[in-house]
């Protein structure tokens, strides 16, 4: 298996933001470019369909454009971005009875943000162009079974590939709890992994 | 600690953030030191940085898509996308005239009057496609997305 490095920080995203509240459209369009992928890749995750993480992330980024007078720099293009996009997710799942409160969500006394929510149908198949890969099923069999908050945290850091002062910044959270969160998320994933992908990491 | 003693908590956190290339550089060799005399916490950075390959190995980002994607946005790839346009574009005018020259001339053996049906055929299929985009451009500003470029 190859050598883990882990990836640089992240672009600086406020410039272009900047430009696209002066009504820029190339410059939108350049931001809307950079971002879309990690959309895509995050919703994905997040939803398990090529189709459904598209059309969000479209939305998202539709959305964006038009709320561009409200975005504020000390908030990241980033944070803003990736709320949208993780609202827009958990409403498509609600609305598709996919997911379910964790624990006892009492929606009168609790913020929605802070509600993690268990998969109903925790069946999730690899991205088409790994559907031919036994293993790549199996593994992503395993993420299908943890929350979405887990498997949040999980997409940000090893599929978007961010740095845990990213990952703060992105969730609104200290970066402990960062830490914490990840580890958890992480020790429930290799406890997910059947038992020859959980080999192969004891190797 | 002793080599083979159970891994703390605390232990298989700096494991983690090790392997993440996100310990302080202040404990990096302290820990390295650790790493060197403990097998399982040798092992547990190990099975954290295999974790993440595979994650990184089985992301749903098509690397091959991406790829590509970066070539075609180019202003390079651009240019010559457009330059490739008018080439068509003229090699379609080009070979209209030469058609109509060989159909019409007078050692041609195809019927005058099929030569004018062809051409007619054809200037109705470029008249349609012209339609159709005209159409599309006209209807832009309905499209949800004209917004975003990709």
């Known amino acids: 298996m190859a050598e883990y490095i882990p990836s640089p920080p992240t672009t600086d995203f406020a410039p272009l933001m900047r430009a696209a509240q002066g009504g820029d459209r190339d410059a939108f369009g350049r931001l809307a470019s950079q971002l879309e992928p990690r959309g895509r890749t995050f919703a994905r995750a997040m939803v398990g369909s090529e189709e459904d993480a598209m059309e969000l992330t479209q939305e998202c980024l539709l959305r964006m454009w038009k709320a561009r007078a409200d975005w504020v720099e000390a908030r990241g293009v980033l944070p803003w971005f990736h709320g949208i996009l993780r609202n827009l997710c958990i409403s498509l799942l609600r609305s598709k009875e996919r997911v379910r409160a964790k624990d006892a969500f009492r929606p009168d006394q609790l913020d929605e943000e802070d509600v993690d929510w268990d998969y109903v149908d925790p069946e999730l198949q690899p991205p088409e162009h790994l559907a031919s890969d036994e293993r790549a099923r199996l593994f992503w069999a395993a993420l299908g079974k943890l929350s979405t908050r887990d498997r949040e945290i999980l997409a940000l850091r090893h599929f978007e590939e961010l740095a845990y002062a990213e990952l703060a910044q992105r969730l609104r959270i200290p970066e402990g709890t960062v830490m914490s969160r990840l580890f958890h998320a992480r020790r429930r994933l290799r406890e997910a992994l059947p038992r020859e992908l959980a080999e192969e990491l004891r190797r | ?150």
């Open chain 2, 1 to 150: 600690m002793s080599a083979l003693q159970p891994l703390s908590e605390a232990d298989l956190m700096q494991a983690m953030r090790h392997a993440d290339g996100e310990l302080p550089a202040s404990e990096v060799a302290e820990f390295e030191a650790r790493i060197a005399r403990e097998p399982l916490l040798a092992a547990e950075v190990a099975a954290q940085r295999r974790l993440a390959v595979m994650a990184r190995n089985w992301s749903p980002r098509d690397a091959a898509l991406e790829a590509w994607e970066a070539r075609e946005s180019s202003t390079l790839a651009r240019v010559l996308r457009l330059v490739g346009i008018v080439v068509l574009c003229a090699g379609v005018v080009v070979l209209l005239g030469f058609m109509h020259f060989v159909l019409t001339s007078e050692y041609s053996r195809v019927p005058l009057w099929m030569a004018y049906v062809f051409e007619v055929a054809l200037v109705g299929f470029v008249y349609l496609l012209w339609r159709a985009v005209r159409a599309r451009l006209a209807t832009r500003h309905l499209d949800p997305y004209r917004d975003l470029e990709r």
